[in-house]
């Protein structure tokens, strides 16, 4: 399983897009690209995922670069309650085995 | 559509007993999957169960162990009980037995270790 690299924390005005960055250099084609976030004392969430073509859902934007090396998550609107553990994960197609890193910790502030 | 239910939410034990937590997949998923969170070792994968089948294990010690029923019902096992067994345990579904889909965590189980 490919190593993601995400800086530790990162600040956000609320009403900002955030842009959270991974880098996976190693990743495979077999890998998707996930992402989770984990709010204060709850279960990780599903928030996207992709293998090489952008990808939008109601809750964010993911952008994976063409050699797939690195993606941005992107929430274009953050609010307070995005304020959590962002974690991006290289998920080998045939497998449920999610590997986490230490993740991002957003801190999105009034 | 109920979500992952997992029970109890808080346990607490001592050293040397040991403990069964169980998880209930939304309704159709048919793999389950384990996590330990500690606030040292962060979120680590225990083992994934399909179709009563264990596919995926982590690295764990033999203490730990699981299972699942013909209904997709999930139980993990921790025998021995350690103070480092302390942590909170999360079970995830996912609908397809393939990495392509989202997995849904239950609110974990919370287990002291006195």
């Known amino acids: 399983d490919a190593k993601t690299t995400q800086p530790p924390s990162m600040d956000c005005a609320e009403g900002r897009a955030a842009n959270l960055p991974c880098n996976h250099s190693?990743?495979?084609?077999?890998?998707?690209v996930y992402w989770y976030r984990q709010i204060h004392s709850q279960g990780p969430q599903y928030i996207i995922h992709g293998l090489k073509n952008n990808e939008t859902n109601e809750m964010a934007s993911l952008i994976i670069t063409e050699d797939r090396k690195s993606s941005t998550l992107i929430l274009p609107h953050a609010t307070l309650r995005d304020t959590a553990v962002y974690y991006c994960?290289?998920?080998?197609?045939?497998?449920?085995?999610?590997?986490f890193g230490t993740g991002t910790r957003l801190q999105v502030f009034p | 559509k109920a979500g992952v239910t997992q029970t109890p939410r808080y346990l607490i034990k001592t050293r040397g007993q040991q403990v069964t937590l169980s998880c209930s997949p939304i309704s159709g998923h048919r793999s389950v999957s384990w996590y330990q969170q500690t606030p040292g070792q962060g979120l680590q994968f225990l083992f994934e169960y399909f179709s009563e089948t264990q596919r995926n294990k982590g690295n764990f010690p033999g203490r730990f162990s699981g299972r699942q029923f013909s209904n997709s019902r999930s139980e993990m096992n921790v025998s021995t009980l350690e103070l480092g067994d302390s942590a909170l345990y999360l079970c995830a579904s996912s609908l397809s037995d393939r990495g392509r889909n989202e997995q849904f965590f239950g609110p974990g189980t919370r287990l002291t270790v006195l």
């Open positions: 190693t990743i495979s084609g077999n890998e998707y």
């Open positions: 994960i290289a998920l080998h197609y045939n497998t449920d085995k999610l590997i």
